[in-house]
């Protein structure tokens, strides 16, 4: 099939290709125009609405607006390029004899903290930040314009992965991998949190599925079957430098008083990012593995974990 796939320069999308590139002919679309092995050619945004792309079975939209942790991008922005572009590439589809759309939304969009609950797709979305609610204004649009029960001839898919990682990846697994690479123990040990992941090879294998077999159109939650504690994380990450786990179970109590006063001070510490380390987020990936005819993932969580925490060693 021909594939067409937006922010085809980004992780994701250089996944992908490597992914696919041997099954199918791939193309992207991107403010890039640097070519990439295995990619047919690389279109431009000028290209989408002067309509010089070819035909298209599959369009995979990517490009976005990363979430910014910092919180230091304007709030616009987000709605400019994760819900504008969105409308700007699903109204293509819509136009075109391409019968599969796939749209890289988040968890995020759905919510920002599950607490002990498991977060699936009957959820009523309740984002909180410009992140999440930028992506679900783009899946609105979607489902206003595209009736996911009535039409036959084309298939819509609403992905929403948790956080993605493999090699290549950049993100705050790099950031705790550096910190426990320098020694500095987990002083956080006596919080018992879980957390769901999604390896790079488990979505290659999921989106495989959606460009091929007879998956329903629909809103898809992704992550790994497993979900692990930061504590579990932690002993992987050791295991990955071949080294002891040092975790500290220092009284809960006393880690949310330093909270408190690191908020104060301004240290790295504050009671916002203590939630943030040790707060649950358990996502189900039981509808997506019922639509692929699956019972298990490929990848299990430990074992990508090791690959992309392999795939550090040498970095700065």
């Not at 992140?131 to 679900?136: D, F, L």
């Not at 919080?191 to 989106?207: A, K, P, Q, Y």
């Not at 091929?212 to 159109?217: F, M, Q, Y």
Request: contains cysteine.
């Amino acid at each position: 099939m021909n594939i067409l796939i937006t922010g085809i320069h980004g992780f994701v999308g250089s996944n992908l290709v490597k992914a696919m590139g041997g099954k199918h002919a791939v193309y992207g679309l991107d403010i890039v125009a640097d070519s990439i092995a295995g990619v047919a050619k690389i279109y431009t945004w000028e290209d989408l609405d002067a309509k010089r792309i070819p035909h298209m079975d599959v369009i995979i939209h990517l490009a976005g607006k990363a979430h910014d942790t910092k919180n230091k991008s304007a709030s616009q922005l987000y709605f400019d390029v994760n819900t504008g572009l969105t409308k700007r590439v699903f109204d293509y589809f819509l136009a075109t004899e391409a019968t599969r759309f796939v749209f890289f939304s988040s968890v995020k969009a759905a919510a920002n903290s599950v607490g002990d609950e498991v977060l699936t797709e009957e959820v009523i979305p309740w984002p909180v930040g410009p992140y999440g609610e930028s992506k679900i204004a783009a899946e609105k649009y979607i489902n206003e314009n595209f009736d996911m029960g009535a039409d036959a001839s084309k298939r819509v898919y609403i992905l929403r992965p948790c956080m993605i990682h493999g090699p290549g990846n950049k993100g705050n697994l790099n950031l705790l991998y550096s910190v426990v690479r320098r020694g500095i123990p987990w002083p956080l040990g006596a919080f018992e949190n879980r957390r769901s992941f999604t390896s790079i090879g488990n979505l290659c294998f999921v989106m495989e599925g959606l460009v091929t077999a007879n998956v329903p159109s629909g809103i898809y939650h992704m992550g790994d079957d497993e979900a692990l504690s930061t504590n579990e994380l932690i002993s992987v990450i050791c295991e990955s430098l071949d080294r002891k786990a040092r975790i500290w179970h220092l009284p809960k109590r006393l880690m949310l008083g330093l909270a408190s006063v690191g908020g104060v001070l301004r240290l790295p510490l504050n009671r916002d990012r203590l939630q943030k380390l040790t707060e649950s987020y358990v996502v189900s990936n039981a509808k997506i593995k019922g639509a692929l005819g699956v019972t298990k993932l490929p990848v299990s969580a430990r074992e990508g974990l090791l690959v992309t925490l392999n795939s550090f060693k040498g970095r700065s």
